[in-house]
């Protein structure tokens, strides 16, 4: 909802548009992981409705994998959390099993928080309108519709489909994500999925 003016934001066309689950993979997903949303479980029905509407040719899955690289402040980041220093092959690193064939093009995988970059780009285009869901909504999805809105893409985040880690971070990533509009809109999976 635009603060300002009181009325929904009006939608970009939809019709091309990528979905782009970020990151739905066990680490992010289990409470039980230092970095586990307790959103999750809530944000998963929406996301399996937009992944539905948008199909397996138009959804784009993501994972966040640490690398072997640690350059600068990545040094200190995996020092606070050596939870997270694992091969990139861990099982803590896997899809959850909902997850698995969400997408026809396999997952495109980068060890930064954000995903914009040339592993999606090869695939949306320089300027795509993206419609983002995943985890975490003060992370990984924050760090992605930022860079991809500066880049010049339209940029959808669909609230109820994205797990903060907590509720109030998940809310404070969405104020900030809200006062990019027009080129970042904050809607419901359900209003995507009506635009479609």
């Not at 999750?40 to 640490?66: E, M, N, Q």
């Not at 509720?167 to 104020?175: I, K, M, R, S, V």
């Amino acid at each position: 909802m635009n603060a300002e003016s009181g009325s929904q934001p009006a939608l970009p066309d939809l019709t091309d548009a990528w979905l782009v689950i970020i990151d739905p993979q066990k680490i992010f997903a289990d409470v039980r992981s230092e970095w586990g949303s307790p959103m999750f479980d809530d944000a998963l029905g929406p996301i399996k409705s937009l992944r539905s509407g948008f199909g397996a040719d138009h959804t784009i899955v993501t994972r966040w994998l640490p690398g072997t690289e640690r350059a600068g402040s990545w040094g200190p980041y995996f020092e606070r959390w050596p939870f997270a220093d694992q091969p990139d092959t861990d099982p803590l690193f896997d899809l959850v099993s909902p997850a698995n064939g969400w997408s026809s093009r396999g997952t495109v995988d980068v060890s930064t928080f954000g995903k914009w970059g040339e592993g999606l780009t090869r695939l949306t285009g320089a300027t795509p309108t993206l419609v983002l869901a995943g985890v975490s909504t003060d992370c990984c999805v924050i760090s992605t519709a930022l860079p991809a809105a500066d880049a010049g893409a339209t940029v959808v985040v669909a609230a109820d489909a994205c797990a903060g880690s907590s509720e109030d971070n998940h809310a404070a990533a969405l104020q900030v994500m809200g006062l990019y509009a027009p080129q970042i809109e904050i809607v419901s999976s359900a209003e995507v999925l009506n635009s479609r």
